[in-house]
T-cell receptor, first 112, second 112 residues
Framework: DVKVTQSSRYLVKRTGEKVFLECVQDMDHENMFWYRQDPGLGLRLIYFSYDVKMKEKGDIPEGYSVSREKKERFSLILESASTNQTSMYLC???????????FGSGTRLTVV | GDSVTQMEGPVTLSEEAFLTINCTYTATGYPSLFWYVQYPGEGLQLLLKATKADDKGSNKGFEATYRKETTSFHLEKGSVQVSDSAVYFCALTPNSGYALNFGKGTSLLVTP
């Protein structure tokens, strides 16, 4: 089975900190994604990547950046964390559109 | 743009009741359609999918049929169990895109 591993289940950070959320997949998938999940808003796409060193903005990229230096790793960076970035962050990978995604377990980030 | 609309929750059912969660979509072309499930404290898991009109996806007693004429992909199960309590997400991927578009999710609670 494909595994998508997110490095932390829970994180607490202070306002203004630079925050790194890491995601690793082990099945050589081309595409990787970062979503945030909030009550009443569902999943919203932050960034995605369809190849190493490639990235595309999703629906809500403001305040975030990403890095994909290796195929298996896709990092989400909060440049200066703010309280409105408190959320559940979900990483996913996919070999291609019709096969759907495999998700990680999520990182619940609290910014205080 | 492409989008998915699913029924508002929460839905509360007694064990062994019949389940329907409605999902309709707006898309150009011929998207692939998915249902994902999120159990408490976990990431999303692919439940079933359909890639063309009239396809029926099925898994774990759940079924959904891709209806192009009504642009729908309703999720059904004949007899729900307490262990089916989760949040269910309908999603589509455009035939020319990388990223999944998700509905806002429907929370299901099954009581003994």
């Amino acid at each position: 089975d494909v595994k998508v591993t997110q490095s932390s289940r829970y994180l607490v950070k202070r306002t203004g900190e630079k925050v790194f959320l890491e995601c690793v997949q082990d099945m050589d998938h081309e595409n990787m994604f970062w979503y945030r999940q909030d009550p009443g808003l569902g999943l919203r796409l932050i960034y995605f990547s369809y190849d190493v060193k490639m990235k595309e903005k999703g629906d809500i990229p403001e305040g975030y950046s990403v890095s994909r230096e290796k195929k298996e790793r896709f990092s989400l960076i909060l440049e200066s964390a703010s309280t409105n970035q408190t959320s559940m962050y979900l990483c996913a990978s996919s070999p291609g559109g019709i096969d759907g995604y495999t998700f990680g377990s999520g990182t619940r980030l609290t910014v205080v | 743009g492409d989008s998915v609309t699913q029924m508002e929750g929460p839905v509360t059912l007694s064990e062994e009741a019949f389940l329907t969660i409605n999902c309709t979509y707006t898309a150009t072309g011929y998207p692939s359609l998915f249902w994902y499930v999120q159990y408490p404290g976990e990431g999303l898991q692919l439940l079933l999918k359909a890639t063309k009109a009239d396809d029926k996806g099925s898994n774990k007693g759940f079924e959904a049929t891709y209806r192009k004429e009504t642009t729908s992909f309703h999720l059904e199960k004949g007899s729900v169990q307490v262990s089916d309590s989760a949040v269910y997400f309908c999603a589509l991927t455009p035939n020319s895109g990388y990223a999944l578009n998700f509905g806002k999710g429907t929370s299901l609670l099954v009581t003994p």
